[in-house]
Every structure is written in C-alpha cells, then in structure tokens.
C-alpha cells in the first residue's frame, strides 16, 4: 500500500505530489472564498443598505457555528477520513452556496451563512491534520508559509476578480464561481491518498501519541477528545500566551473590520470596487509578510506577532482619521485607504502567520484535529464578540470613533506583547518529550 505516494522525506515539497494535490484544491477553495465574501458585503451593505447591526449579525451567522461546533468538529477530523470529510464538505457548500444565488431577504443570507459556516468548520481542521499526514516533520513550517501564501493570494485575486463579475454581470455569478470552485475542489481531492503518506518520518515526533489516540480514539467519547485537544494545546510551550494575543487582536480588530462597509459609506459616490481593492490590497500585504515570516530569522515568533499587532492598530486607527479628515478628496482619498490596507495585511501577516507555524510546529499529528478546532473555536469567539461591541461602538458613537478605539486598543496590544517576559525556550528534545507525556497521560 502506498507505493503511488511513496514520498522522499529529504526531497522538496515541490516533489511531494500529494502535498501540491492538497494546496491546489485550497487555492481554488480559498479563491471562490473571497469572491462569495465580497458578493455578500456589496449586496447586504452597499446594495441592501444594511444597518450596522444587520452587517453585524452577518457576521455572526458566518463565526457563531464555529464557535459551538469547533472542537467536537476537529474530534471528527481525528476520527474519521480527513479526505472524505473534506470532500463531503465541499460537496455540500456547492448547495449552499448556490442557494444564495436565490436569496432576496437578509434572513436568508443568515440562514445559509450558518449552513456553510457548519461545513466549513468540518473542512478546516482535516485540512490541517491532512497537511501534517503529508509533510514530513522538518518541512511543517515551509508547508504552513506555503498555505499561508496560497490564503493571502486568494484575498488579491479573489476580490479583484469578484469586483469585476459584480461590476459586469451582477452579484449571481460570484456565488456561481464560487460554487464551481467548490466543486473543482472536492474533484482535486479525489487524488490525494486517505491514508497517512507519512508514517516513519512522523514516528519519531510522534510515535507514542499515535499509539495512545488509537486506543483512545475506540473508546472515548467526543467530549472526552475536546478535552485532550485543550489540555494539550494549553502543556504545548509559548502556544497558551501566544493564543490570548492573537485572541485579544483578533477581537479587536473586529470592532472596525466589521463595520468597514460603513465607514466606506461614508465617502461620497463608493462604489462596491473600492472594498474589493481595499481586500486585495490587505492581502498582498499579508502575502509579503507570509513569505517574509521565515526568512526573517533573528526576531523569534512572540516578537513578530507583537510588531504585527502594534502596524495593524496604528493603520486602522489612521484609516479612520483620514475618513473624517478628508471624507471629500475622491482619488487622493482612495489610494491612501488602499495603501493603508495593504499596510495593516502585513501587520496581520505577522501576528497570524507565525502563530500558525507555531503550532503546526509543536502540535502532535495524532491531536491536530482536536488541538485546530479547539483554536478555531477560541479565534470565532473573538470573531463573535468583536462585531457585537462594534456594532454597539457604531451605534453610539459612530463609525470613526470605532475605528480609531480599535486602533488604540490594538496598539497597546503590541506594545505590552513585547515588553512581555520572554520564557525560556524550549529545546526541541525536550518538546517532543514532554508532549509524548501529556500524551502518556490523556489516556
């Protein structure tokens, strides 16, 4: 068995066919993505003309499953096929996705954002426990960048390409493409294996916890699984104080990014093609961080995600001073929200992506399902609670003041990151033995 996917673990990637197979289909499935993204917020914000707390619980119809499904969905992830999990995904986003073709009202976006969100949160961690099956151990933070950079490369073609259809042949046929994205993207997934591609170069880091979620896997029950998955991602060395940052940044940054819709509108004349190469803008900016994260080697992962913080707050809070400042001077106006954009993609390139490899890093592939739905679990609550107090923010005192407190907050985020004590790192002996006992212990 295995033999068409043997793979030379001292080879590139780029010679590990199942690994480009799997980043393939995330390219396509991450492009059909963000043109569905962009078709919503033009037609709920800019064409419906949605309040802000209809914009809001946009928002939380898409983050809300997530929330209450993430780990029992990365226990499943541990369970079952990550293939057919993520192909049967796919399978039925093309429905739901279609069917927003058809929605006239809000509640039906509602609707059918918490029927793909529940799909989606199924997809995410088996695609991550299916990179850590194909990649050898010493390759797991080129692999990340790599899926890092196919993410961020998705948010410049995705809304360029989206602001186009919407401008030429209407919102429909964003929600087409993306549901044929979907579709090519289950199809792709048929070639890679449904075994593990990596037994023995993986055995060595993780041998005993394979052994001890074998046996665990047979009799323990779904909430038991969530628990290991806490557990050990709370012993896993700089992950618990590098989750609250990244929590803490994520629920802050939502006080503005979530009400960016209305703080475009206050701009005479915008038109939906400034929000789409705004998107474009953030994620060239966080495509050039994600491909910059490893060779910057000298600054170790906790002051990267600092510095990203401390850019991403002083750009939003500038982004909404210079709408009130200068609300009127058309194009000038346009190419400096754009730049600032592309600026705060690079502060967010450097407080996610090297938290992302972190735990890529650190985590077992035996537990990956658990220890990512657990994750996602806590990054939706702040993707949750964020909207919530911007849309209150938004509410009370308008859309600036929103924008420029989330600056400030993230801000001082940063700064207190990096005066933070640095604990004292962990050699990766020691790592690999310590999480072999927390393993020990969960069974």
């Not at 279609?98 to 929605?103: E, V």
């Not at 037994?199 to 052994?211: F, K, L």
Request: contains cysteine; hydrophobic residues 50%; aromatic residues 8%.
């Amino acid at each position: 068995m295995g033999s068409k996917y043997a793979i030379d673990v001292q080879g590139s990637l780029k010679q590990n066919r199942p690994f480009v197979t799997l980043m393939v289909s995330q390219a396509i499935s991450n492009l059909g993505d963000w043109l569905h993204l962009l078709a919503i917020f033009t037609l709920v914000g800019l064409r419906w003309n949605a309040t802000p707390w209809e914009i809001t619980f946009v928002t939380l119809s898409a983050a809300l499953p997530i929330l209450l499904t993430g780990p029992f969905a990365g226990a499943l992830a541990d369970r079952l096929n990550r293939k057919w999990l993520m192909i049967t995904a796919d399978g039925a986003r093309i429905v739901i996705v279609g069917a927003l073709i058809f929605a006239d009202q809000i509640w039906h976006v509602y609707v059918l954002l918490v029927l793909k969100s529940l799909f989606d949160v199924v997809f995410s961690p088996a695609k991550n426990g299916k990179l850590k099956e194909l990649v050898p151990h010493h390759q797991l933070a080129q692999a990340v960048s790599i899926s890092s950079v196919i993410e961020q490369m998705s948010k410049i073609i995705g809304p360029a390409l989206g602001g186009l259809l919407v401008a030429a042949f209407g919102v429909a046929w964003c929600f087409v493409l993306d549901a044929s994205s979907f579709l090519i993207s289950g199809i792709i997934l048929l070639w890679i294996p449904g075994y593990r591609v990596i037994q023995q170069a993986n055995s060595d880091v993780t041998g005993a916890e394979e052994q001890t979620a074998s046996s665990s896997q047979s009799k323990s029950s779904f909430w038991k699984e969530t628990l290991e998955g806490i557990r050990m991602l709370a012993s896993l060395p700089h992950i618990g104080t590098s989750l609250l940052l990244l929590a803490a940044a994520i629920l802050f940054l939502q006080f503005a990014d979530s009400q960016t819709v209305v703080l475009f509108r206050q701009l005479p004349g915008i038109s939906g093609d400034l929000l789409g190469w705004c998107v474009a803008a953030s994620g060239v900016g966080t495509l050039l961080a994600a491909m910059s994260v490893r060779k910057w080697k000298t600054a170790g992962h906790g002051l990267k995600m600092g510095l990203g913080t401390a850019v991403t707050g002083l750009v939003i809070g500038t982004a909404g001073v210079v709408v009130s400042v200068w609300p009127s001077a058309g194009l000038g106006a346009h190419l400096l929200l754009i730049s600032l954009f592309a600026l705060a993609g690079v502060g967010i390139g450097f407080a996610i992506v090297p938290f992302q490899i972190l735990l890529q890093e650190q985590t077992p592939e035996p537990m990956t399902g658990r220890v990512f739905g657990t994750v996602g679990s806590v990054m939706t609550t702040s993707n949750i609670f964020g909207p919530v107090v911007g849309g209150l923010l938004v509410t009370s005192f308008g859309v600036i003041p929103a924008f420029v407190s989330s600056g400030i907050l993230l801000t001082l985020l940063g700064v207190l990151y990096l005066f933070k004590p640095k604990g004292k790192k962990m050699p990766v002996e020691e790592s690999v033995a310590s999480k072999t006992a927390v393993s020990g212990e969960l069974s």
